[in-house]
């Protein structure tokens, strides 16, 4: 029971969190969440910290499946939360929370969860190409550890949009986000396709 009280409350924290008196979406437009989530600032440091706190007892307390302690999920079902941007931020800060506990193959398969349920945050629908291609690359990386291996057509079809959102009109700020992701796009298949 202290567990499920301590979980809602952090959650109760995530929703009340002043996103628009710090402008977070200013930030997520221009910034990974590994850059906006940093110990110098404050207060997404702490906004962090409380996500990492939800994610940690929810699957490994709470033994809550993985899909459910996203926050994409708890927002919708919460009914809270309408901008793509934080959820997304948020999610990937779970995924970021989980790769610092390292590569059991449970936490991998947390974050291939986690980073699905972004990839439907950045949904075709919502015009932000170059986090959906971040979360895409991740995926990769994510699939390149798995025990079991996707068949290469799911791989290239990943690849794919990835290089195809790339290459779509992207916004004068993020310009030179594209150059690191084709680079890492490009690694990341050549090293598939040799192994």
């Known amino acids: 029971m202290l567990y499920q009280n301590a979980y809602t409350a952090f959650i109760r924290a995530v929703v009340m969190f002043p996103y628009t008196l710090y402008d977070v979406t200013k930030d997520t437009d221009k910034m990974p969440a590994s850059s906006i989530f940093i110990p110098k600032n404050n207060y997404y440091s702490q906004l962090a910290t409380i996500v990492d706190r939800v994610t940690y007892i929810g699957l490994t307390e709470l033994l809550i499946p993985t899909e459910q302690v996203s926050f994409q999920h708890l927002f919708r079902l ?50 932000m190409p170059i986090r959906r291609a971040r979360v895409m690359l991740r995926l990769l990386e994510v699939l390149y550890r798995a025990e079991n291996v996707p068949a290469f057509d799911e791989v290239h079809k990943i690849s794919q949009e990835v290089k195809n959102l790339l290459s779509a009109d992207v916004r004068t700020c993020l310009i030179s986000f594209e150059l690191i992701f084709l680079a890492d796009f490009h690694s990341r298949t050549s090293e598939r396709t040799l192994s």
């Open 78 to 127: 919460l009914d809270v939360m309408k901008d793509p941007r934080i959820t997304g931020i948020l999610v990937e800060q779970q995924v970021d929370s989980l790769e610092r506990q390292g590569s059991r193959d449970s936490t991998q398969r947390n974050i291939r969860t986690l980073l699905e349920s972004a990839m439907e945050v950045y949904n075709q629908e919502v015009s």
